[in-house]
C-alpha cells in the first residue's frame, strides 16, 4: 500500500466541507483537513488573479488515487482545478493501515 497527500483549493468553506463530505463518502479518501483561507495569486486567463481560497489534504492510496481524481473533477466548482498528489514516504504504521481501511473501494 502507498498512501498519498492529494491537495487542492477550494472558494470558500462551504465548498470545501461539501467536497471533503463527498470524498470520505465514497471511499476514495481516509480523511480530509480543511485549512484556514489564503492567499493565492495565480495567472488565469493571461490576467493575475488574487482570490482566497481554502487549501484541503486529502489522505488517500496510490491503488484509490484515479478514482478519487474523478471524484474531485465532477464536484470542484473550478474549471480547472488544482489537484496535486505527493506520495507519503514515511508515517505512524497504525496510521497509514488506516488510511488503507478507509479508504477501500466498498
Avoid at 5 to 27: G, I, M
Wanted: aromatic share 6%; glycine share 2%; with cysteine.
Amino acid at each position: 500500500m502507498s498512501a498519498l497527500l492529494v491537495l487542492t483549493n477550494l472558494p470558500d468553506r462551504e465548498a470545501a466541507e461539501r467536497l471533503a463530505e463527498l470524498l470520505v463518502a465514497q471511499r476514495v479518501a481516509a480523511c480530509v483537513n480543511i485549512l484556514a483561507p489564503c492567499r493565492s495569486v495565480y495567472r488565469w486567463q493571461g490576467a493575475v488573479q488574487r482570490d482566497e481560497e481554502h487549501p484541503v489534504l486529502i489522505k488517500t492510496t496510490a491503488e484509490r488515487y484515479a478514482a478519487l481524481e474523478q471524484a474531485i473533477c465532477a464536484a470542484h466548482p473550478y474549471e480547472l482545478p488544482e489537484i496535486v498528489a505527493v506520495p507519503i514516504e514515511r508515517g505512524l504504521p497504525a496510521y497509514l493501515s488506516w488510511v488503507a481501511e478507509e479508504a477501500t473501494a466498498a
